[in-house]
């Protein structure tokens, strides 16, 4: 599933770890996500989607 999380984490000059602590995940999950090596729950992309004020939708294609 691709995602534009690394994207619109950079546009929000945020690091992949205060997004995981804001998520309250790892790092290497964020890092796992971000790189198609992981699908996150949906909870989880309801959080990130949250975390970036975009849809689930607009956030994972």
């Known amino acids: 599933m691709k995602n534009k999380i690394k994207e619109y984490r950079k546009q929000m000059g945020m690091s992949q770890d205060t997004l995981s ?16 090596k992981y699908d996150p729950t949906l ?6 989607a949250k975390a970036f004020n975009v849809t689930v939708d ?3 294609s």
Do not use: P
């Open 21 to 36: 602590k804001n998520v309250k995940v790892t790092r290497q999950t964020i890092n796992a996500i971000e790189n198609d």
């Open 43 to 48: 909870a989880l992309a309801f959080k990130l």
């Open 58 to 60: 607009e956030l994972f």
